[in-house]
């Protein structure tokens, strides 16, 4: 089966760390795009980060330099790491791909009912992880 299984979120302090982790099955994040997206509650979803088929990162303006994307040395699991977070982090995570190649069958249809008309070149998504950040 193809699918994504986020895991890390938590409840932390302002100022506290944390990592997400986002594990796949039926492919891996080798040549795929992935990325993370949050959505806080009376919010639309938004981009956190991503990463090119070529490995080339990026990130929204308000986690620049607290926040950290990256791939397991297997390309099974990605990870995104928060420090230094604030309030204003809080929100549910979600990992999206697209798989360059899979072991089993996956929607052509991108996107997910968790963030409508958000991220829809990605047609694997993850079912979210909660962080709540304290103030």
């Known amino acids: 089966e193809v699918k994504l299984v986020e895991s890390g979120g938590d409840s932390v302090q302002a100022g506290g760390s944390l990592r997400l982790s986002c594990a796949a099955s039926g492919f891996t994040f080798d040549g795929s795009r992935m990325a993370w997206f949050r959505r806080a509650s009376g919010r639309d979803c938004e981009l956190v980060s991503r990463?090119?088929?070529?490995?080339?990162?990026d990130y929204t303006d308000s986690v620049k330099g607290r926040f950290s994307l990256s791939l397991g040395d297997a390309k099974k699991t990605a990870y995104l790491q928060l420090n230094s977070v604030k309030p204003e982090d809080t929100a549910v995570y979600y990992c999206?791909?697209?798989?360059?190649?899979?072991?089993?069958?996956?929607?052509?249809?991108?996107?997910?009912?968790?963030?409508?008309?958000?991220?829809?070149?990605?047609?694997?998504w993850g079912q979210g992880t909660p962080v709540t950040v304290s103030s």
């Open positions: 990463i090119s088929t070529t490995g080339n990162i």
């Open positions: 999206a791909a697209e798989p360059a190649v899979t072991d089993g069958p996956v929607t052509l249809y991108g996107g997910s009912p968790d963030c409508p008309g958000i991220g829809t070149e990605f047609n694997v």
